[in-house]
């Protein structure tokens, strides 16, 4: 007999609106299951069960106006959405998964938080992040590391592991989280999920902690696809004060809608060589891109390889902006000392980068933004969508690429890990991790594709086509 976790978050909403389904029955069932099972999974780093049943219990009685008036709610009206831990909550804890803010609580709510609270979700709790979501695999000093449910000996990946956890174990139906450098889409390759890294400016960063550099923006982590399409039509739209802003889609359209719609015939590039000198691809994640290609072929699309030249120009410039960014995050007096061996690593390097290399790396990002636009992605005449592993290994043991006590070569191996996906943030274009695949061990292998910037419809149609041919969201871990 099913679950209430077994059903997607659409088909949650739609209980809430026919009245079949109360989010006060659906947020206890999920505060039960975490109670339960987040002990073994690390995905919340702070549980709000008082913030959710209140929320639940207003959320309810919205509906049962909505239904006696004949007014619409929003797509996830009463649906458990949980926040990563670094975005800000008003009033809620906020770590940024560092024992230095172990108790920051911030007096204002994240622009996206804003968006969620219009949208009527309720607050599950802040998800687990490593610190300052700076490497990609999820342990702090504050919680247990967030593991992904199909193998808890292995890490759930970073820096949004505590919401795949959340959401490939059971404990929420959808979750918020934030991708600078792969960050949506490594745990959701992990964790066997679809996880959206949408356009830079889609959705606001701000109002407190706008990323001037357009690397990280926030982004949904679903089982299906049109359940991460409809939290993205929650977050988007720009705001106030915003540095940039993608371009809208046309008046009365919806991502959602195109989680329902054909994509067309599509002209695909297929590389599966890192794009990072002297990184070797593990052959399950080539398999499973290599797969996805003969499966794309016979949908009918035209499908091409395609190798681009190792470049350690673009890798330099990105770890010059990394640890700058790493180097900029605010801190009480007393909190340097209490900082992980990476980060302060990282800040150490950021110190030392001037204000003239640090301007010339994000030109880089332009430049080669402007490359792929006009040279690779043209429209009419380029590539629609570019397929890729999304990492370059299987999932890694909890603790496997952590090394305290050598942060610098901790710093290479995570590159070595995820040579893919920061190219997307670099040039702000939109990319998809779909998980399509899973090796001889039972351990999910995603695989990523990418799109014009601004063009995240195409990747939700190709990915909802995929999903339709491969159905996954009824594959489960074994604590499911």
């Keep these: 007999m099913a679950e209430l976790h077994d059903l997607t978050a659409i088909e949650q909403a739609e209980g809430i609106r026919s009245g079949e389904l109360s989010p006060v029955e659906l947020t206890e069932h999920y505060l039960t299951r975490i109670e339960r099972l987040d002990d073994s999974l690390g995905a919340f780093l702070t549980r709000t069960p008082e913030i959710a049943r209140k929320q639940a219990s207003d959320a309810e009685s919205e509906a049962?106006?909505?239904?006696?008036?004949?007014?619409?709610?929003?797509?996830?009206h009463g649906i458990p959405v949980p926040v990563k831990d670094l975005n800000q909550v008003a009033g809620v804890r906020c770590t940024m998964g560092s024992r230095a803010l172990a108790e920051h609580v911030p007096t204002v709510d994240d622009h996206v938080v804003q968006k969620l609270r219009a949208g009527g979700t309720i607050l599950l709790g802040k998800t687990n992040t490593p610190e300052f979501g700076l490497p990609c695999y999820t342990e702090n000093g504050l919680a247990p590391p967030a593991r992904t449910p199909w193998d808890l000996e292995r890490s759930a990946g970073g820096s949004s592991g505590g919401a795949a956890a959340a959401v490939a174990g059971g404990l929420a139906p959808v979750a918020h989280a934030s991708d600078?450098?792969?960050?949506?889409?490594?745990?959701?390759?992990?964790?066997?999920?679809?996880?959206?890294?949408p356009s830079r400016g889609r959705v606001s960063g701000g109002p407190l902690l706008h990323d001037v550099t357009g690397l990280a923006t926030s982004g949904p982590l679903a089982r299906t696809v049109a359940d991460a399409a409809t939290l993205l039509d929650v977050l988007a739209g720009a705001m106030p004060g915003d540095p940039y802003a993608a371009p809208s889609l046309p008046p009365g359209e919806t991502f959602a809608a195109h989680a329902r719609r054909a994509p067309g015939r599509l002209r695909i590039a297929c590389l599966t060589e890192a794009p990072v000198p002297g990184v070797e691809v593990h052959p399950d994640c080539r398999t499973a891109t290599t797969d996805t290609a003969t499966l794309l072929t016979g949908l009918g699309h035209q499908v091409e390889e395609l190798s681009l030249p190792a470049d350690e120009g673009i890798l330099h410039a990105f770890t010059r902006v990394w640890s700058?960014?790493?180097?900029?995050?605010?801190?009480?007096?007393?909190?340097?000392?209490l900082l992980m061996p990476l980060t302060r690593y990282l800040r150490a390097r950021g110190?030392?980068?001037?204000?003239?290399d640090f301007a010339r790396s994000l030109y880089a990002f332009r430049i080669l933004?402007?490359?792929?636009?006009?040279?690779?992605?043209?429209?009419?005449?380029?590539?629609?969508?570019i397929l890729t592993p999304t990492v370059a290994a299987p999932p890694v043991p909890v603790g496997g690429l952590r090394n305290d006590a050598d942060p610098q070569a901790e710093f290479s191996a995570l590159g070595a890990f995820t040579p893919f996906t920061a190219l997307y943030n670099a040039t702000g274009q939109p990319a998809v991790s779909v998980p399509l695949q899973w090796n001889a061990e039972g351990l999910p292998i995603g695989v990523m594709l990418a799109g014009r910037y601004g063009d995240e419809a195409t990747l939700i149609a190709l990915s909802a086509q995929l999903e339709q041919a491969r159905p996954w969201a009824d594959r489960t871990p074994p604590m499911w």
Excluded: H, W
């Excluded at 049962?64 to 996830?76: D, Q």
């Excluded at 745990?187 to 996880?195: D, I, N, T």
């Design 64 to 76: 049962t106006a909505a239904r006696r008036e004949g007014r619409e709610l929003p797509p996830l």
């Design 351 to 356: 110190a030392e980068v001037s204000g003239t």
């Design 180 to 197: 600078g450098g792969g960050s949506i889409r490594i745990p959701a390759s992990v964790c066997g999920l679809f996880g959206i890294k």
């Design 369 to 385: 933004a402007q490359s792929l636009a006009d040279g690779l992605m043209p429209p009419e005449t380029g590539y629609d969508v």
């Design 324 to 337: 700058v960014l790493a180097a900029n995050r605010p801190l009480p007096p007393e909190g340097e000392e």
